[in-house]
């Protein structure tokens, strides 16, 4: 299924009449790619009343050409942002610029480029729309789900005493890019024995312990679309301090995807998840987000997180990966992506949750 990017560009359109500016310069990769299909790493999209250009430089030439859909191809000698507002230099007219992506020297050069140029920040522009995922998008987030779901065996394989942390990751990243993958969403999470209590702890060149939790975090990239699963196992038999963390942390992450389904507030979820740990005596043990959204990049609109007031309509893609993380006794974390239905919610990640012992 072909990516209907005439249609994003009529929709930024319409969004810009309604912040009242002439046209949008889009410098953010993501964004651009959004917008017109160009995959390259340099660029900027002008987007005006009737016109769309995509300003690259001399190495994408080709490339820009080849992937660049609804909107003129120019190749800039400088930079490509600069060369696209120059464009408007001689007339009085307002140009929004993406406020969260752009430094301070940034903003400078383009309005020195163009001193005429009302430069208005818009925020977010861009990416509210791409928080409600197309069917085509849809398609090809869940094929990467599946790809990455598929080599979960591969990590277990690989989990043993004395195996080194970073050694699991490298042979799960070579067969993901055996496997199609473009690469790894991020760099791949591997956190045994003391580490597993690290929410983040990256793969190290510690040896996997005798006994402890192994938190395993990672995602592919597949057709530029990220993917992002988590799951804990346990090396050697687990104490009873053990099975009840594990079992707090799967029923917070159950109760957080019973409730999610479109009207339903971002935080409402997050709040679902820590109910059920602080009943179990874990609440203060949580220490981030219930989950985020995903798609061409890895962390995406919207947050679900403590206060989060944005609803849930059909169409977006989320995490739900509540964990508790002890010092002294380890980590869990438990990680699907979800999909918001029109009635409800569809978990995307197919592997099993129950708590696997190596």
């Excluded at 990769?29 to 001399?58: I, Q, W």
């Excluded at 003129?72 to 507002?85: E, K, L, M, Q």
């Excluded at 990243?173 to 929410?199: C, D, H, K, L, N």
């Amino acid at each position: 299924m072909a990516m209907d990017f005439k249609a994003r560009i009529r929709a930024l359109r319409e969004s810009l009449e309604r912040h009242r500016v002439d046209s949008m310069l889009v410098t953010h990769m993501p964004n651009v790619r959004y917008l017109c299909g160009f995959t390259g790493s340099s660029g900027a999209l002008l987007v005006g009343p009737k016109t769309a250009e995509l300003h690259s430089d001399g190495r994408y030439t080709l490339q820009a050409t080849e992937e660049a859909q609804g909107a003129r191809v120019r190749i800039a000698r400088g930079n490509p942002a600069v060369a696209a507002i120059a464009k408007a230099a001689s007339r009085r007219t307002s140009i929004g610029i993406e406020s969260e992506h752009i430094t301070v020297a940034q903003r400078s050069s383009l309005a020195k480029a163009a001193p005429k140029v009302r430069l208005k920040p818009l925020a977010g522009v861009v990416e509210r729309a791409r928080m409600m995922k197309q069917p085509d998008e849809v398609l090809q987030l869940k094929a990467a789900v599946m790809l990455a779901s598929g080599l979960f065996e591969v990590l277990l394989h690989g989990i043993k005493p004395g195996v080194t942390e970073s050694h699991v990751a490298a042979e799960l990243e070579y067969v993901a890019r055996r496997s199609g993958a473009q690469g790894m969403s991020f760099e791949t999470i591997v956190a045994s024995g003391p580490r597993s209590a690290m929410p983040h702890g990256v793969a190290s060149e510690q040896a996997i312990p005798p006994s402890g939790f192994v938190v395993l975090d990672y995602g592919v990239i597949l057709a530029g679309y990220c993917s992002d699963m988590t799951r804990t196992v346990h090396v050697g038999p687990p104490g009873r301090k053990h099975r009840d963390l594990y079992q707090a942390v799967l029923e917070a992450q159950l109760a957080a995807i019973d409730v999610v389904k479109p009207g339903v507030q971002a935080g409402k979820v997050d709040q679902a998840a820590r109910k059920v740990l602080q009943k179990a005596g874990f609440a203060s043990y949580f220490t981030h987000s219930t989950g985020h959204g995903v798609g061409l990049e890895i962390h995406e609109p919207p947050r679900l997180g403590k206060g989060q007031t944005e609803l849930l309509q059909p169409g977006m893609v989320i995490t739900i990966e509540p964990g508790a993380y002890v010092p002294g006794l380890g980590g869990v974390r438990i990680e699907d992506m979800v999909l918001v239905t029109e009635t409800g919610c569809q978990v995307l990640t197919p592997t099993s949750k129950e708590l696997m012992i190596l």
